[in-house]
């Protein structure tokens, strides 16, 4: 299934939901001739917005009540590059804490059969303004 909004920039570009549960959340990027760099890869700045849209969406998930989340810092190791693909992102809880939920999102090239990035990410849990969760200004 395709993680497309209308109108937006990604519904241009190939990523597919996989699996999202509780605890994990799944998706993959498609290569494509586009998308590559100069050596065949895809482009790292792509991997990064692929690992920032598996683990912003787990951290939203998990922020209950909050108005959502927003990426406050990212790690990233690239330790292979992704030239078969596609490239799968599968992010996990690391902790939740109050005011900030860490994700670990580990990337692979599913057709190289090898491990391509490793990132932890830690988003801030936004709250309405003037408020707590679940009230009205």
Do not use: C, S, W
């Not at 991997?47 to 998990?62: C, E, F, S, Y």
């Not at 990233?76 to 900030?100: C, D, M, N, S, W």
């Not at 599913?110 to 936004?126: E, P, V, Y």
């Amino acid at each position: 299934m395709p993680v497309t909004i209308p109108g937006h920039l990604f519904a241009d570009l190939p990523f597919y939901d996989v699996i999202e549960t509780e605890a994990t959340v799944i998706v993959d990027l498609h290569n494509r001739p586009d998308l590559a760099n100069v050596r065949g890869a895809l482009q790292g700045g792509l991997v990064a917005t692929l690992i920032d849209i598996a683990g912003g969406r787990l951290a939203a998930a998990l922020a209950g009540a909050a108005d959502g989340v927003g990426t406050a810092d990212m790690t990233i190791h690239y330790l292979a590059p992704i030239v078969e693909g596609p490239a799968r992102a599968v992010a996990t809880l690391v902790r939740k804490g109050r005011r900030t939920i860490v994700v670990a999102v580990d990337v692979f090239d599913l057709g190289g059969d090898r491990q391509a990035a490793r990132a932890t990410l830690t988003f801030a849990i936004l709250m309405p303004r003037g408020g707590q969760a679940g009230t009205v200004p």
